[in-house]
C-alpha cells in the first residue's frame, strides 16, 4: 500500500515537475517576441468625400545576440470614390551582437507605391550598428553600411528601370519617459547616385 503511495507521490511529482518545466520553457519562448499593431481610419465630408487608412505592425524576436525585426506599413486614400493614394512597405532587417555596444546587420526593404510611378523599389544593405545609448528609460541605435537598390518603374512610364550602389544611413531613438507612455524617433537615409530615398518617423505610444 506504501509502495502503491510513493509511486503514486513520485508520478504526481514528476507530472508536476515536466509541466512546471514546460511552462518556464513556454514562458522564455515569449518573452523573446514582442510588437505592436496599429490601424488608423479619418473619414472626412463636406464638398468632397475623402477617406485615408493607415496601418502599421511591428514584431521583434530578440535573444542575447540576434535581433529580428518585420516591419509592415500601408496607407491608402480615396476622394470621391477614386483612389488617390495607396501604398506599402516591408522590411525585416536582421542583426548580429558581438560585443556589449557594436553590431551587424543585414537589411532587406520592398516598397510599393502605386502613385509614385514606380512598380516597386526594393533595397538590400550590410553594415555596422552601434548602440549609443542604454539605460532603462532610453536607447539610441545607430547603423551605417553600403547597399544595393534596384527600381522597377511602371509599365506606362517613360522612365527606365535603375539598378545603384547606395549609403544606406539609420537611426532610432526611444524614451520611456514614464511608466504608460514611450516617445520614438527613428530615420533612416538611401543615397545613391542618380536619388536619395529619406524616411522620418515620430511616434509617441501610450500603453
Known amino acids: 500500500m506504501k509502495l502503491n503511495v510513493l509511486q503514486k507521490s513520485l508520478a504526481a511529482s514528476l507530472v508536476a515537475s515536466v ?16 510588437g505592436s499593431v496599429e490601424f488608423g481610419f479619418v473619414d472626412t465630408s463636406g464638398n468632397t468625400e475623402e477617406t485615408t487608412t493607415k496601418s502599421r505592425a511591428e514584431i521583434f524576436r530578440e535573444t542575447e545576440q540576434w535581433k529580428y525585426t518585420f516591419l509592415f506599413n500601408s496607407s491608402a486614400s480615396q476622394t470621391d470614390g477614386d483612389n488617390t493614394a495607396e501604398k506599402y512597405f516591408l522590411a525585416n532587417p536582421l542583426s548580429y551582437k558581438y560585443a556589449d555596444q557594436d553590431y551587424v546587420y543585414g537589411y532587406h526593404s520592398y516598397d510599393d507605391d502605386r502613385f509614385s510611378g514606380f512598380d516597386y523599389i526594393t533595397t538590400f544593405s550590410m553594415g555596422y550598428g552601434r548602440t549609443i545609448l542604454d539605460n532603462e528609460t532610453m536607447k539610441w541605435d545607430a547603423e ?3 547597399g544595393y537598390r534596384s527600381s522597377k518603374v511602371d509599365d506606362e512610364s517613360n522612365s527606365e528601370d535603375s ?21 520614438s524617433q527613428g530615420f533612416d ?19
Do not use: C, Q
Open 144 to 146: 551605417v553600411g553600403p
Open 189 to 207: 537615409v538611401e543615397a545613391g547616385e542618380d536619388n536619395t530615398i529619406s524616411n522620418s518617423r515620430t511616434a509617441l505610444e501610450v500603453k
Open 19 to 34: 509541466l512546471t518545466a514546460n511552462h518556464s520553457l513556454a514562458e522564455e519562448e515569449t518573452k523573446l517576441w514582442s
Open 163 to 183: 539598378e545603384e550602389i547606395v549609403l544606406r544611413m539609420f537611426t532610432n531613438y526611444k524614451w520611456e519617459f514614464s511608466e504608460n507612455a514611450t516617445f
